[in-house]
Nanobody, 121 residues
C-alpha cells in the first residue's frame, strides 16, 4: 500500500489562496483530494488520472480549485483560489484504482493523514 503525506495547509482569509501538496512513496494511478469538515461526511473535491490529463471536480470547487501532479516527484497538488469559509476542512490525499470516483469514498484504498485548511471571513 502506498504511503501518502500531505503538507501545506494553514489559515487564510476569505478570497485568499493556498496550495497543498501530497507526496507518495511510489507511483500511483488515480489520485484525488477529499475533505472533511467537523460533523460532516468526507466528500470528494478533485480527481486526476495517472497521466495528469484527466481531471474532475466537485461542483462546489469548480473554477476555483485546480488539481495537478508531478509524477517525477510523485507529488499531487491542489491549488485553491477564491477560498470561502465553507472550504474550511481537513483535506486528505487519496490513491486508488483507475475506476475510483470522487463520489464514492470506499473505492479509494490509500489515504494520507490530512492537512488542515481554515478560511476565516
Amino acid at each position: 500500500q502506498v504511503q501518502l503525506v500531505e503538507s501545506g495547509g494553514g489559515s487564510v482569509q476569505a478570497g485568499g489562496s493556498l496550495r497543498i501538496s501530497c507526496t507518495a512513496s511510489g507511483y500511483v494511478y488515480n489520485m484525488a483530494w477529499f475533505r472533511q469538515a467537523p460533523g460532516k461526511e468526507r466528500e470528494g473535491v478533485a480527481r486526476i488520472t495517472a497521466d495528469g490529463q484527466g481531471t474532475n471536480y466537485a461542483d462546489s470547487v469548480k473554477g476555483r480549485f485546480t488539481v495537478s501532479r508531478d509524477n517525477a516527484k510523485a507529488t499531487l497538488y491542489l491549488q485553491m483560489n477564491s477560498l470561502k469559509p465553507e472550504d474550511t476542512a481537513m483535506y486528505y490525499c487519496a490513491a486508488g484504482p483507475s475506476w475510483a470516483s470522487i463520489f464514492r469514498v470506499a473505492e479509494w484504498n490509500s489515504w494520507g493523514q490530512g492537512t488542515q485548511v481554515t478560511v476565516s471571513s
